[in-house]
């Protein structure tokens, strides 16, 4: 069973550090002028409660969630 474990164990680790990863990607990721902007504009009153009660990032990636459950912007970033 020790013998096991202790095989089983960095991989397991390894795999556990590479989904936290993707995890934080995101978190990590600063959120430009237009972004804010456009939270702004379009941020729903749940999403400006959370703005004021825990701070830009928090209500950031709540908005993006809501952003990408709906399929996007209608105007997509000019490149």
Known sequence: MVALSVILFPPLLIA???VMERV???LRRPAGP???SE???TATPGEVD???SSGLRRALSRWRRRRHKTGGTANPPMV
């Open 16 to 18: 556990f550090l590479l």
């Open 24 to 26: 934080e990607e995101p």
């Open 34 to 36: 237009r972004e804010v």
């Open 39 to 41: 939270f702004l504009d």
């Open 50 to 52: 959370t703005l004021a």
